[in-house]
């Protein structure tokens, strides 16, 4: 996938553990789980917003586009 998440890293840029974020933003550790391994689809922009105002971030923080390399 081109898309790749960094959330993992911008939580550990602000020493916050998953739980944490979970809680500040009003979803399920689990979900913030499924979203720091890439295995979501899709990522409604409300969350976003929270995540980056919690996090101090932009979306490009987060969310980085990365080409596949094509034989």
Known sequence: ????????VMLAKRKMR?????E????????VSL??????????FD????ICEV???QPGDILVFEAEARE
Do not use: F, H
């Not at 996938?1 to 993992?8: F, G, H, S």
């Not at 998953?18 to 979970?22: C, F, I, Q, V």
């Not at 500040?24 to 979900?31: A, L």
């Open 18 to 22: 998953s739980k944490e974020l979970a």
């Open 1 to 8: 996938m081109p898309i790749i998440v960094n959330l993992d």
């Open 47 to 50: 969350t976003l917003e929270k």
């Open 35 to 44: 979203l720091k391994s890439g295995k979501v689809k899709g990522i409604r």
């Open 24 to 31: 500040r933003i009003g979803i399920t550790e689990q979900n």
């Open 55 to 57: 996090l101090q971030c």
